[in-house]
């Protein structure tokens, strides 16, 4: 009866029937394959297996590279109790399947020969992964007659196209961005200048401007804007509250992106010069429409955040016309997005520590990857391992946002008391640090204190770059890692070493969930360990997280009444 368990069958009603041949279609097929008994039986378990961890049947997955893909990106086998080995084995033996059917084919097969040109080139790559990047291109480019010197950056496009509609393992962008670092690194150097540095090809959607791109005046203005909301006039009745500089910095990327939204939905930008002209509404709804569009013409939280800010600046820095604040709030009240609870895909996250088994797995992870990477050479790859094992011990018992974790300082934010006659490390984030004002401190057990101490003296120095410095997670620059790169990291390391999709901002909702579900209706001491200013923000978010905790503690009392003989 406990809501934490899956149901018998999966809920299709509400899956998209695919379009092309799906692993049923695999299955089918399975007995007509010239392979071993073992080798068919082992690609059934794993069909079946993958159907099992995607939480769909056979006839609902598509074979196709590009879907199949994002399933097995979005895949949680960790929550399973699938192992890392177990999961590779699966996959393996899924794509072996799937090109023994036959049902789709590659517009070019990579298992022809390397010309004996691009067998010198992989030879040039530093690393048995890299040589193997060099090798697949190059049995891509031996299929069309290309030579090394013939391969360009329009190749490469065609290349990411054919990685894109084929491979199910990784990421092809990042399979390319990959190759082309090894390339641009030691193939491109050749003295001899015969091979091409190579440019990664823009996929992306982006289409925010830099600010060198917009008019200076308009630039001027929100500089000034900035400036207002940073040292707002203690003197002027108007003026709002201070606000933290990472508020500034993220409006500062909103302001560049609704800009380069109206220019995108047809504004002069020459006629942007100052927040009064982004504002009026004749400029803003070409803004809005050319957002729409790009979701599908469906309204989201971006929109509602650009009209919140376009409102607060329509009346406290621009002060409109009252029409026009008028007309922005109608639009601001159309799109407002009400967010109560947790979002359908953090709920989905949670849900795979549901099993105490998967939960106490992945609080030993830290320690896990640490033994691992001790019975490694001493070099900066098993640094990084370490360093990703602190990241998460630190997050697990201390949930802070990516933002204060990246830029921990051993000396600023590590300081030691006394508790009960023992010395106690506590982790100690000002305030003025965090984003709403809050002061954190947490206090660090002393396993994680002995692993803090171990990597700043052993590993972090490997991590620097040659800077001198007590960041936890220093960058090549000497300042902080940047808080993308540490993420992916992270995002990697859990995925690889535990099967589980978790990012760092998921810390702070497990934790909610872990302490609510111990301790129900317990807001006000979550509000605390999160460093939320107000608890109506706690409740908004978690209210309804002990739902699960509440259902098993119900199973509990009607399986000791299903014990108990009743009445005749």
């Known amino acids: 009866m406990s809501t934490s368990v899956p149901s018998l069958e999966p809920e299709t009603a509400a899956l998209p029937r695919p379009s092309g041949p799906t692993l049923a279609d695999v299955l089918a097929r399975l007995s007509s394959f010239t392979v071993s008994d073992q080798a068919r039986q082992n690609m059934a378990s794993s069909i079946r297996t993958l159907s099992r961890i995607v939480d769909r049947p056979p006839e609902y997955i598509p074979i196709a590279a590009p879907s199949l893909r994002r399933l097995l990106e979005q895949a949680s086998p960790g929550a399973l109790s699938v192992s890392d080995t177990r999961w590779r084995n699966v996959k393996s033996d899924v794509r072996r399947a799937i090109k023994l059917t036959e049902l789709t084919t590659a517009a070019i097969k990579l298992d022809v020969p390397l010309t004996a040109e691009w067998e010198a080139i992989a030879s040039l790559g530093p690393s048995p992964t890299s040589r193997s990047m ?171 955040d650009v009209l919140g800010l376009v409102l607060g600046i329509a009346r406290h820095w621009v002060k409109a016309p009252a029409d026009q604040i008028n007309a922005i709030r109608l639009l601001e009240r159309r799109f407002r ?34 033994a691992k990477a001790k019975r490694q050479p001493l070099h900066s790859r098993s640094a990084r391992q370490v360093q990703t094992a602190l990241a998460l011990s630190l997050l697990q018992i201390a949930p802070i946002r990516i933002g204060n974790l990246v830029s921990l300082d051993r000396h600023r934010h590590f300081k030691w008391s006394r508790f009960e006659g023992e010395r106690m490390l506590h982790l100690v984030i000002p305030g003025a640090e965090v984003k709403n004002d809050v002061d954190l ?73 872990l302490f609510l579900e111990r301790h129900p209706g317990h807001y006000e001491e979550v509000r605390r360990l999160l460093g939320h200013k107000s608890i109506d923000t706690t409740i908004q978010s978690y209210a309804g997280l002990e739902t699960i905790g509440a259902a098993r503690r119900y199973d509990t009392i009607i399986l000791d009444l299903r014990s108990e003989p009743g009445d005749a």
């Open 134 to 304: 060099l090798r697949r291109v190059g049995r891509y480019c031996s299929a069309r007659q290309i030579s090394p010197e013939g391969v360009t950056d329009s190749l490469i496009i065609d290349y990411l196209t054919y990685l894109d509609a084929n491979q199910l393992s990784r990421t092809p962008a990042r399979s390319v961005s990959d190759l082309l670092r090894v390339w641009n690194r030691h193939v491109a150097t050749d003295p001899s200048e015969r091979y091409s540095v190579l440019a990664a090809p823009d996929r992306s959607r982006k289409y925010a401007l830099d600010w060198r791109d917009l008019p200076a005046a308009f630039h001027a203005d929100v500089q000034a804007y900035h400036e207002a909301c940073l040292h707002p006039d203690p003197l002027d009745a108007d003026a709002r509250f201070a606000v933290q500089s990472s508020t500034v910095k993220q409006r500062d990327r909103m302001l560049r992106r609704i800009a380069a939204a109206a220019i995108g939905g047809g504004v002069d930008r020459n006629v942007l010069q100052s927040l009064s002209a982004l504002v009026d509404p004749k400029r803003l709804k070409p803004a809005l429409r050319f957002l729409l569009a790009r979701n599908d013409d469906k309204p989201n939280k971006q929109l509602a």
């Open 337 to 370: 997005c009400q967010q109560r609870g947790l979002t359908a895909k953090n709920k989905e996250r949670l849900r795979q520590f549901t099993d105490e088994k998967v939960l106490r797995r992945f609080i030993a992870l830290p320690d896990r990857i640490i």
């Open 441 to 513: 401190e947490f206090p660090v057990p002393r396993d994680i204190a002995a692993q803090l101490d171990e990597y700043l003296s052993t590993y972090q120095p490997l991590l620097a770059n040659g800077h001198p410095s007590s960041l936890l997670f220093p960058g090549r620059n000497g300042g902080p890692k940047r808080d993308t790169s540490l993420r992916r990291q992270m995002d990697k390391t859990i995925r690889d070493e535990a099967g589980l999709v978790i990012n760092p901002h998921l810390f702070r909702h497990l934790a909610a969930l």
